[in-house]
């Protein structure tokens, strides 16, 4: 019994019942190529030959975070790159450590694929702000400028205990936290009640195996990294940086422009009004003119 009914009571929680195969990546939208740790979901788009702009998303959202984004740079003349992580949206799952070296070798290996070397621009959101960082002081001569958008940087924290022992974070997170984890991406925003369909977008990548596994993974890998020492590197580059923040972003505080400021001299802070974690969503507007502006600048320079 007190093997069998927590058994059960896990295969019956388990959202995660499909396998992320060919069948799989044959009915979802985009493009799929194969790298060195696994299938990498991408789209590609505007006119070729055009400056090419690529988008890191988020910590858990895949690329769809970036919807108007990319149909904005697109429409504005630009060749836009997206992407999903590995463990993340319709991108493999490996079963390996998920350190800041994984995600840098992702993103050159399908630049590699997609026969791009560069420069281009960097614009990262969130998580993603901690991933252009880390792929600019990797490769500062590939990267023609960086926009963060709302970011998050790794800093040092503890592991939870129950993360120590992968079972029972798995049969825990799987029974009663993994199913809160759609509806929890609204708080990213301010006036949640606009975007209903945010938590069943979301859902969708929880079908398939791997998904926990790789928050875990996440989690465990990169408790004892601090990004600040890479930040300050990349922030004595002269190339042009463009910060965009939501005042009331309630993931990443505003203040927390001040710091990143003063570890890139040559940035410029854009602050946008009536608007959480994610400005491109609740203010694209603003977002978009103010990117779409520095952009123009730094190709005309």
């Not at 929680?13 to 990546?25: K, N, S, V, Y």
């Not at 809160?180 to 925003?189: I, K, N, R, V």
């Not at 570890?263 to 103010?290: F, N, Y």
Request: glycine content about 6%; proline content about 9%.
């Amino acid at each position: 019994m007190l093997v069998a009914v927590p058994t059960v009571v896990y295969s019956v929680a388990d959202p995660e019942r499909l396998e992320l195969g060919d069948a799989a990546r044959h009915a979802a939208a985009g493009e799929f190529v194969k790298l060195t740790d696994g299938y990498t979901h991408f789209e590609l788009a505007g006119p070729p030959g055009a400056p090419l702009v690529v988008l890191a998303a988020g910590f858990s959202v895949p690329a769809y975070i970036w919807d108007p984004t990319f149909t904005a740079l697109v429409d504005g003349g630009y060749r836009v790159l997206r992407y999903d992580y590995y463990g993340r949206g319709w991108s493999d799952r490996p079963d390996m450590p998920y350190t800041d070296d994984l995600y840098v070798r992702q993103l050159s290996d399908l630049l590699a694929s997609q026969h791009i070397a560069g420069p281009f621009d960097l614009v990262g959101i969130s998580f993603g702000g901690g991933i252009i960082t880390s792929f600019a002081d990797r490769y500062p001569d590939r990267v023609r400028s960086l926009v963060y958008v709302d970011p998050a940087f790794r800093s040092p924290s503890p592991v939870p205990a129950l993360a120590k022992v992968p079972p029972l974070w798995n049969w825990y997170t799987a029974v009663f936290d993994e199913r809160t984890w759609p509806d929890s991406q609204l708080d990213d925003f301010l006036h949640r009640e606009r975007f209903p369909d945010w938590p069943s977008r979301y859902r969708v990548q929880l079908q398939y195996k791997g998904f926990r596994r790789a928050r875990l993974a996440e989690t465990v890998s990169n408790a004892d990294v601090d990004q600040q020492p890479q930040v300050e590197r990349v922030g004595q580059n002269p190339r042009p940086v463009l910060i965009i923040w939501g005042k009331q972003d309630p993931s990443v505080p505003f203040s927390f422009h001040e710091s990143l400021e003063q570890s890139m001299p040559h940035s410029r802070l854009v602050a946008i009004d009536d608007c959480g974690h994610l400005p491109q969503w609740e203010q694209p507007k603003a977002t978009h003119d103010a990117l779409l502006a520095f952009l123009h600048q730094v190709h005309q320079s």
